[in-house]
């Protein structure tokens, strides 16, 4: 369904003194727009975000999108309204991602993201982040090799206990956005075998703990029956075993000591299983 759009009028009041022609005319002060002029409304905002992030609707498509609905949008006006909002919305991402960080347990994967290189970049200031300067090295290598595109990255973070997804976006797989993103974690990092989240933990001064992820770990199990069927079923078996005892395990949880009496009898059993 298109969005339907509505014209609000706003009118505001001019106020004289009828006796002192020196005050002049005044009015109350305006509430501040999200761009100037304050033409738009968060809604119309809402839309454009949702159309491009939520139906990957680019501007020229969202140009024919609106234009059904009697309004005819410039792609720049468009950009400018993504940008004011992004703008507003920064210190709400930045609450999340200080929210994550409080809990102990986070999940950490990323997936490559084609980027368009841009034709110029902004000057780089001397102050700048580790971070800011890999991405200006990576677009400027990419622009003087003309390359239309790279492979980006783009980072997802949950929290075990805290059900908040928190995203981040990097121009390279480089550990620049993880180093950022985890400077105050402390708790287990649940993760891949990728070098860089090594090297985040050693250099974390024990505050982060890296744990291996079970779906990387089933993965490469089922891609090994072709070479070593016996050993690979072997596994097999013991994931299967060990999640049944997982789901039992969640029917004591709570209970305390019988809790804890279960789970430490039954991972015996398990590691004498695995050997």
Same mark, same amino acid.
């Given at each position: 369904e298109r969005p339907k759009l509505r014209v609000r009028v706003t009118k505001y009041p001019k106020f004289a003194c009828t006796n002192h022609s020196e005050c002049g005319i005044t009015q109350p002060? %305006?509430?501040?727009g999200l761009v100037e002029g304050n033409r738009y409304g968060a809604s119309v905002a809402a839309e454009v975000v949702t159309a491009k992030y939520g139906y990957h609707l680019p501007f020229y498509r969202q140009q024919d999108w609106f234009a059904g609905s009697g309004w005819c949008p410039t792609r720049s006006t468009l950009l400018n309204i993504l940008s004011a909002a992004e703008f507003v919305l920064r210190p709400l991402a930045a609450y999340y991602r200080k929210l994550l960080m409080q809990d102990d347990v986070i999940g950490c994967?990323?997936?490559?993201?084609?980027?368009?290189?841009?034709?110029?970049?902004?000057?780089?200031?001397d102050d700048a982040s580790p971070r800011d300067r890999r991405r200006h090295e990576v677009l400027s290598e990419a622009i003087a090799r003309q390359r239309p595109s790279l492979a980006a990255r783009m980072w997802a973070y949950r929290g075990v206990h805290l059900p908040i997804n928190v995203f981040d976006f990097t121009v390279s797989r480089d550990r620049c956005g993880p180093d950022d993103v985890l400077s105050e974690f402390r708790g287990f990092l649940m993760a891949d075998c990728w070098s860089g989240f090594k090297?985040?933990?050693?250099?974390?001064?024990? %505050?982060i703990t890296r744990?291996?992820?079970?779906?990387?770990?089933? %993965?490469k199990v089922l891609e090994s029956l072709g070479n070593?069927?016996?050993d690979a079923a072997r596994i097999s078996r013991f994931e299967v075993t060990r999640v049944a005892v997982q789901s039992c395990w969640r029917s004591f949880?709570?209970?305390?000591?019988a809790f804890f009496c279960v789970r430490s009898?039954?991972?015996?059993?398990?590691?004498?299983?695995?050997?």
């Open positions: 002060e %305006r509430e501040p994967d990323e997936t490559p993201v084609t980027l368009i290189t841009p034709s110029v970049l902004p000057v780089l200031s090297q985040i933990h050693l250099r974390s001064d024990l %505050r744990v291996a992820c079970m779906t990387h770990a089933r %993965r070593s069927t016996f949880h709570g209970l305390g000591a009898s039954d991972s015996a059993q398990l590691s004498s299983y695995a050997v």
